[in-house]
């Protein structure tokens, strides 16, 4: 059994799923919710990461996120954006 990569897996759940550029590594699963199309879900933790690892400090990777992801809608296929819960705290 050949194992898909993970857009053709998500385009097997919905089609017309949105991805963010440049965050692939940050993607977990994808999320459904009653009669809404399939959307897939990113780690947040883990986006801010790869903003840092492109070279932005801490605060300038969250800010970014905060504003250039999470502010932006595009619409039903929009992707959401999980904070795991930690255990340890």
């Known amino acids: 059994m050949v194992k898909l990569g993970i857009r053709d897996w998500i385009t ?3 089609d017309q799923a949105l991805l963010c550029d440049g965050l692939e590594d940050a993607i977990i699963g994808i999320a ?6 399939p959307v897939v879900v990113y780690d947040r933790d883990r986006c801010i990461e790869l903003f ?6 801490e605060e300038e990777a969250k800010n970014h996120f905060d504003y250039n992801v999470i502010g932006s809608w595009m619409g039903p296929g929009t992707p959401i954006f999980m904070t795991r819960y930690d255990t340890n705290e």
């Open 12 to 14: 097997q759940h919905n």
């Open 32 to 37: 459904e919710r009653g009669d809404e199309e």
């Open 52 to 57: 840092q690892y492109q070279g932005m400090t």
